[in-house]
């Protein structure tokens, strides 16, 4: 699941990514307001975590802004019923009040427990799925955010937490051609990137496990500029053929 992060302080902003990435979570990172609103207004996302503290446009105005919606494009229009959880650096019932009374869902007081922060991302998102479906198809294959189970045709297919982000970018983004390095700027903390030998290995073993559930051929390899999913009138004629 997707889940923007607007936050100034790079340390916190680091450890809150690298966290959020290792338990299966695709985070883009904005460093102030501005970049945050522009983020909110292009894209779709699933969560939205934001400082209360942030430069150039504050965090209540950036999550009223969000809920007001006018400046959101189509695609990310869902971005005005996204949970915001918003980080405080008080546990005073004033500044809770003002964080509910902009549109926040939910707080949480700095320092941040990552166990903690986790427990209340979960409970945000359930009740998100409650309202609308999270499940991504292609073809047979389901992917359900909501409890990382990836299946075809009925039959779970076993998936580490990196395949799992590998293939839940790659659906979500399914006209979409993902180079190695964008891959790795996608799923990948800055502390902890890989090559892109490493990616074309975590490429190979997803396409070996899904050929072993009977889904071949799904993941497309284009020549020079990376991978995306094979159109589906394209596995529905070599399966014809």
Same mark, same amino acid.
């Given at each position: 699941?997707?889940?923007?992060?607007?936050?100034?302080?790079?340390?916190?902003?680091?450890?809150?990514?690298?966290?959020?990435?290792?338990?299966?979570?695709?985070?883009?990172?904005?460093?102030?307001?501005?970049?945050?609103?522009?983020?909110?207004?292009?894209?779709?996302? /699933?969560?939205?975590?934001? &400082?209360?503290?942030?430069?150039?446009?504050?965090?209540? !105005? %950036?999550?009223? *802004? $969000? #809920?007001?919606?006018?400046?959101?494009?189509?695609?990310?229009?869902?971005?005005?019923?996204?949970?915001?959880?918003?980080?405080?650096?008080?546990?005073?019932?004033?500044?809770?009040?003002?964080?509910? /009374?902009?549109?926040?869902? &939910?707080?949480?007081?700095?320092?941040?427990?990552?166990? !903690? %922060?986790?427990? *209340? $991302? #979960?409970?945000?998102?359930?009740?998100?799925?409650?309202?609308?479906?999270?499940?991504?198809?292609?073809?047979?294959?389901?992917?359900?955010?909501?409890?990382?189970?990836?299946?075809?045709?009925?039959?779970?297919?076993?998936?580490?937490?990196?395949?799992?982000?590998?293939?839940?970018?790659?659906?979500?983004?399914?006209?979409?051609?993902?180079?190695?390095?964008?891959?790795?700027?996608?799923?990948?903390?800055?502390?902890?990137?890989?090559?892109?030998?490493?990616?074309?290995?975590?490429?190979?073993?997803?396409?070996?496990?899904?050929?072993?559930?009977?889904?071949?051929?799904?993941?497309?390899?284009?020549?020079?500029?990376?991978?995306?999913?094979?159109?589906?009138?394209?596995?529905?004629?070599?399966?014809?053929?």
């Amino acid at each position: 699941m997707k889940i923007l992060l607007v936050e100034d302080d790079y340390n916190l902003a680091s450890f809150l990514t690298k966290g959020l990435t290792n338990n299966r979570y695709q985070v883009t990172w904005a460093t102030d307001g501005e970049e945050g609103l522009a983020l909110a207004e292009a894209e779709p996302y /699933d969560l939205i975590l934001l &400082d209360f503290y942030l430069p150039r446009l504050n965090g209540l !105005e %950036l999550c009223k *802004r $969000i #809920r007001t919606g006018s400046s959101l494009i189509d695609h990310a229009a869902s971005n005005r019923e996204a949970p915001i959880l918003v980080l405080t650096g008080q546990s005073d019932t004033a500044q809770k009040v003002l964080c509910l /009374d902009a549109g926040a869902d &939910d707080h949480v007081v700095k320092p941040v427990d990552l166990d !903690e %922060l986790l427990a *209340r $991302i #979960r409970a945000l998102l359930r009740r998100g799925a409650m309202r609308r479906s999270p499940v991504l198809c292609w073809g047979d294959l389901r992917l359900d955010p909501s409890n990382y189970e990836v299946t075809f045709r009925q039959q779970v297919v076993s998936l580490t937490s990196r395949e799992y982000a590998l293939l839940e970018l790659l659906l979500r983004n399914p006209n979409q051609i993902f180079s190695p390095n964008r891959i790795i700027e996608r799923l990948w903390t800055t502390d902890d990137l890989p090559t892109e030998a490493t990616v074309r290995v975590h490429i190979q073993t997803l396409r070996q496990k899904l050929k072993q559930a009977g889904a071949e051929d799904l993941i497309e390899t284009k020549h020079g500029l990376g991978y995306r999913l094979k159109p589906q009138e394209d596995q529905y004629s070599m399966a014809q053929g």
